[in-house]
Every structure is written in structure tokens, then in C-alpha cells.
């Protein structure tokens, strides 16, 4: 159990890098780039569904909320592993 709880940590930490690009990719004009929409198509299971939820004029500070909540996901595996 304690193996499977190691290899989920990384990949989600992988999960965790792969969305901050995608963030900090959606403030760049690369936005539409292939590689671009191939990260689109990865983190939008988990960032779609946060979406709308905090809108401030014209800034979404949604995925800055799921990126917390998933942060503290992986604060609360890594504990359990350690």
C-alpha cells in the first residue's frame, strides 16, 4: 500500500508541474500552439471543473483555487507517506 501511495505522489506531482505550465502558458500568446492545446486536453479534467467559480472583472482566479486544493491533496498524501 505504501508503494502505490509513492508512485500516486509522483505522478500527481507530475500532474501538479504540468498544470502550472498550463497556467502560465494561458498568460502567453503560445496559447494557440498544439502544445498548447495538448495541455489544454490534459489539466482540463481537473481545472474544468473549477471553472467560473472565481471571476473577478475580467480575471478567472479559478485555476489558482484548484491548484490549492490539489497542493493540499498532495500535502495530505505525502504525510500519509511519510
Known amino acids: ?3 502505490f501511495l509513492e508512485y500516486a505522489y509522483y505522478v500527481l506531482t507530475v500532474y501538479f508541474y504540468i498544470m502550472i505550465i498550463y497556467v502560465l502558458l494561458s498568460w502567453t500568446p503560445i496559447r494557440d500552439s ?10 482540463d479534467p481537473y481545472l474544468g471543473f473549477f471553472r467560473g467559480w472565481l471571476v473577478l472583472s ?7 483555487l484548484g491548484l490549492i486544493l490539489y497542493q493540499l491533496l498532495l500535502s495530505v498524501i505525502q504525510r500519509a507517506i511519510y
Open 58 to 64: 475580467n480575471m478567472d482566479f479559478t485555476p489558482m
Open 34 to 43: 498544439r502544445f498548447y492545446q495538448i495541455l489544454k486536453k490534459i489539466v
Open 1 to 3: 500500500m505504501l508503494i
